[in-house]
């Protein structure tokens, strides 16, 4: 098992920054990967960016691409996704996720709200 627990959200302005984190406990060592996922009210669940926890080498989606950057703790048990130049399209539920390379199931925290108003 593997808890996923994300903070950092709330409201700013469009234009501004925020920053997630995402602390990882339990069986962490089955894993590889985090990311972070979004939704939106009334659209599916949409991949943001992704990290290697070994190597650090991230993936993002091209939508925020140049404005979010991912990273991660030395202790690679905590994720961070700094958000700028925030637009209102950025407006959603932001999710920790991650998979067990062992099982396969993946894991998601309960998300944290980020609202960019228009």
């Known amino acids: 098992q593997v808890q996923l627990v994300e903070s950092g959200g709330g409201l700013v302005q469009a234009g501004g920054s925020l920053s997630l984190s995402c602390a990882a406990s339990?069986?962490?060592?089955?894993?590889?990967?985090m990311g972070w996922f979004r939704q939106a009210p009334g659209k599916e669940r949409d991949f943001v960016a992704r990290?290697?926890?070994?190597?650090?080498?991230?993936d993002y989606a091209e939508s925020v691409k140049g404005r979010f950057t991912m990273s991660r703790d030395n202790a690679k048990t905590t994720v961070y996704l700094q958000m700028n130049s925030l637009k209102p399209e950025d407006t959603a539920v932001y999710y920790c996720?991650?998979?067990?390379?062992?099982?396969?199931?993946?894991?998601w925290g309960q998300g944290t709200q980020v609202t960019v108003p228009s």
């Open positions: 339990g069986r962490t060592s089955s894993t590889s990967d």
């Open positions: 996720n991650t998979r067990s390379t062992v099982t396969g199931l993946d894991y």
């Open positions: 990290i290697n926890m070994r190597f650090g080498n991230t």
